[in-house]
T-cell receptor
Framework: IAGITQAPTSQILAAGRRMTLRCTQD?????MYWYRQDLGLGLRLIHY???????GKGEVPDGYSVSRANTDDFPLTLASAVPSQTSVYFC???????????????FGPGTRLTVL | GQNIDQPTEMTATEGAIVQINCTYQ??????LFWYQQHAGEAPTFLSY??LDGLEEKGRFSSFLSRSKGYSYLLLKELQMKDSASYLC??????????WGAGTKLIIKP
């Protein structure tokens, strides 16, 4: 593994089904994030984790949950998918949560999710 | 509320210079980031500004004026591979990134 991986790459899901998007990083970064990206809108933060064992809510957390059992993994779960959750989901990580020169967020390749 | 504004789309010619503007209103300020995103791919980091002034990195430069809530990304000697969306993001007082919708840059030969 090099950087951040996400799985699956894409998924079509029936409304009402439960779905977990997986995210794994091998950079030993403390902070991890889940975003959704919709056409015409900026990336929106769903949930974040500043360090293993802690999580927090972002701008659009409703309908999503996360866990951070260890440093490397940060799965995102949709408990009961709805069509408005159709989006591209990006996982990202950074060394620390703070802003600093070159403390940029590294992004995974994304998961394209369609809820019908 | 928090808001990041940038033009939706810009067109420029190969070899030319283009400036992409970004204005912001956020709760606190802990730096401004520019990212590049090619279609269908993940965003990748370009630059970070936390103090007023110009940061230069090869063909790309980024400018910040905190008093005006304004930044720009300057791309010189444009190449076809620079066709992408450019995302402006501000880190607020809670260390969360607030993202603009992105500027789609089209490069014509």
């Amino acid at each position: 593994i090099a950087g951040i991986t996400q799985a699956p790459t894409s998924q079509i899901l029936a409304a009402g089904r439960r779905m977990t998007l997986r995210c794994t990083q091998d950079m030993r970064h403390n902070a991890m994030y889940w975003y959704r990206q919709d056409l015409g809108l900026g990336l929106r933060l769903i949930h974040y984790s500043n360090t293993a064992g802690t999580t927090g809510k972002g701008e659009v957390p409703d309908g999503y949950s996360v866990s951070r059992a260890n440093t490397d993994d940060f799965p995102l779960t949709l408990a009961s998918a709805v069509p408005s959750q159709t989006s591209v989901y990006f996982c990202a990580s950074s060394d620390t949560p703070e802003g600093a020169a070159y403390n940029e967020q590294f992004f995974g390749p994304g998961t394209r999710l369609t809820v019908l | 509320g928090q808001n990041i504004d940038q033009p939706t789309e810009m067109t420029a010619t190969e070899g030319a210079i283009v400036q992409i503007n970004c204005t912001y209103q956020t709760s606190g300020f802990n730096g401004l980031f520019w990212y590049q995103q090619h279609a269908g791919e993940a965003p990748t980091f370009l630059s970070y500004n936390v103090l007023d002034g110009l940061e230069e990195k090869g063909r790309f430069s980024s400018f910040l004026s905190r008093s005006k809530g304004y930044s720009y990304l300057l791309l010189k000697e444009l190449q076809m591979k620079d066709s992408a969306s450019y995302l402006c993001a501000v880190m607020d007082s809670n260390y969360q990134l607030i993202w603009g919708a992105g500027t789609k840059l089209i490069i014509k030969p």
